[in-house]
């Protein structure tokens, strides 16, 4: 079993900024994929970014320009910076270890992002 622990979520003011962080309590053979999905109220679960062990990276439409995911494959941790926040980006954000093109297979327990003035 893996943990994913989640840090950085708060409450920001439209145009901010928040720096997302999540720990991998260990790697996982076959694993090789890190990434973000987030739940707003009432929506369904949708994809934020995810990256490679080897720095591919892939983000929704609606966040492109605006966030920035990265990675430290030595400490298994990822990140992501979110810039220019929207009030539509307010959900909480999941954290996602899973194989590179299929679903993940671990979640973490979320962390909270509101963007209201």
């Known amino acids: 079993q893996v943990q994913l622990v989640e840090s950085g979520g708060g409450l920001v003011q439209p145009g901010g900024s928040l720096r997302l962080s999540c720990a991998a309590s260990?790697?996982?053979?076959?694993?090789?994929?890190m990434g973000w999905y987030r739940q707003a109220p009432g929506k369904e679960r949708e994809l934020v970014a995810t990256i490679s062990s080897r720095s591919t990276t892939n983000y929704a439409d609606s966040v492109k320009g605006r966030f920035t995911i990265s990675g430290d494959n030595a400490k298994n941790t990822v990140y992501l910076q979110m810039n220019s926040l929207k009030p539509e980006d307010t959900a909480v954000y999941y954290c996602?270890?899973?194989?590179?093109?299929?679903?993940?297979?671990?979640w973490g327990q979320g962390t909270q992002v509101t963007v209201s003035s």
């Open positions: 260990r790697s996982i053979l076959g694993i090789n994929t």
């Open positions: 996602t270890m899973a194989t590179w093109g299929r679903d993940p297979a671990y």
